[in-house]
């Protein structure tokens, strides 16, 4: 995930507690009662639905003040990138959403994919559980996808006590799912820390697995419509007023609103579900491993030979329908957010993506904002589908050229190096 140092400037300061939740009577952590809790906040977030509005410090509300911050991303992720492990990268960078949704059987809490790792808020009563899942996840990525994956639990209060926040805005893609955005400088000094080598969860012991039912990437990298696909980042700099970055914010997603210029990469007549598909050892690997790694493969292949015929010849089955699963999936996909800073995966054209960087450009000049972009053919897709039946699934987008991990690169570049021009590199 991208972190920068940048003393935590963020579109929202004002702090909105809330109180932390009761125990049952008895005095005991159930996870019933953890999930009501957790529901009890952030459900409860009056959602937007514009995504213009990313930058209203009114949607925003700060986190209880007992809950506990999760950080984890993939090491040397532009390494395993140049090695052509794109597809892993961002499989192992989701893989501990995945697990942590799995353990606490629901979904209703905030989190945020980034490419190569992932940001979550939980309340603190399910730390000893959060521990778990991301220790056994380290262990399946470097045994499982050969990749080292490094994960931290920070406390709100220490990120509070550094004098960052993290708020949490709910943006509604349809009626059935939010994303969470976040804000308040915490997640990226979270993160800072974590690289740092502080809070950092230990990897568990050799063979222990997570549950990461669901996680797939079954379908094919996405070419684009309109020419390129631009990872853009967009980050506060230290001395940014607030106002300022968030009038830059505006701008920036309102010149995207327009079709002509960029869309979601994801689109249903561009959705393509290959036999077999490119990714099926990844998933192989995500199984639980009660079986071996042949047999999981197999039955996999099996599994996805009966899928493709449903897509291949759009055929209904016992309650699914291709159609609709193809166009909530276009509706379900994040190819916009906010993490401390805007993150857009876009089907655009050149005329688009050097606007935007002129934009951004002056911006930086102004000490309003840092920028990454990175431009490539194609997108990918991650997944996560707990049911094919239901219409709330999940699918991360980044760019299949390297993405956000190699707009990041950019980023940190133009950190080191302020007074030096710096132009996106040109589409490969």
Not at 88 to 111: C, E, K
Not at 256 to 274: C, E, G, M
Request: net charge neutral; glycine share 8%; proline share 6%.
């Amino acid at each position: 995930m991208t972190s920068i140092d940048n003393g935590g400037s963020s579109i929202h300061e004002q702090r909105i507690e809330t109180p932390p939740p009761n125990p049952d009577a008895e005095g005991h952590e159930s996870l019933i009662v953890q999930k009501t809790s957790t529901e009890g906040f952030f459900a409860t977030i009056p959602a937007f639905t514009h995504f213009n509005e990313v930058g209203m410090a009114t949607h925003y509300r700060s986190l209880p003040s007992d809950w506990i911050i999760g950080v984890a991303d993939v090491v040397d992720s532009t390494g395993a990138i140049g090695r052509g492990q794109y597809k892993a990268v961002n499989m192992v960078g989701a893989s501990i959403i995945s697990a942590v949704i799995n353990r606490l059987g629901h979904r209703d809490f905030p989190f945020v994919f980034g490419g190569d790792g992932a940001a979550f808020a939980v309340p603190a009563r399910l730390e000893s559980a959060i521990r778990e899942v991301a220790a056994a996840v380290q262990t399946w990525a470097a045994e499982e996808m050969g990749l080292t994956l490094r994960a931290a639990i920070v406390p709100l209060r220490e990120i509070r006590n550094a004098g960052h926040d993290v708020t949490v805005a709910r943006f509604a893609v349809a009626p059935e799912l939010a994303y969470a955005m976040f804000s308040g400088g915490g997640i990226n000094w979270a993160e800072t820390e974590m690289k740092a080598g502080r809070y950092l969860v230990e990897r568990a012991a050799t063979g222990t697995r997570p549950d990461l039912s669901g996680l797939s990437c079954r379908w094919e990298p996405i070419d684009s419509e309109r020419g390129e696909i631009v990872s853009l980042l967009v980050m506060p700099q230290p001395s940014a007023a607030p106002d300022a970055f968030a009038k830059l914010i505006g701008s920036i997603t309102r010149y995207i609103d327009d079709p002509v210029r960029t869309a979601s990469p994801v689109h249903p007549n561009r959705l393509r579900f290959a036999w077999p598909p490119k990714g099926l050892g990844l998933e192989a690997r995500a199984a639980r491993a009660r079986i071996s790694f042949v047999t999981r493969y197999a039955a996999l292949m099996v599994f996805n030979l009966f899928g493709w015929f449903l897509f291949r010849f759009d055929v209904k089955f016992f309650g699914f329908d291709p159609k609709l699963y193809r166009a909530d999936t276009t509706r379900n996909s994040d190819f916009r957010k906010f993490d401390d800073g805007l993150k857009l995966t876009l089907d655009s054209n050149s005329e688009a993506i050097e606007q935007l960087t002129s934009m951004l450009e002056e911006a930086r000049r102004k000490g309003i904002a840092y920028y990454g972009v990175h431009r490539q053919r194609q997108a990918l897709m991650t997944c996560l589908v707990p049911s094919v039946l239901m219409r709330d699934h999940l699918h991360f987008i980044d760019g299949a050229g390297g993405g956000y991990a190699k707009a990041a690169e950019s980023l940190k570049q133009q950190i080191r190096h302020p007074a030096q021009d710096l132009q996106p590199m040109p589409c490969r």
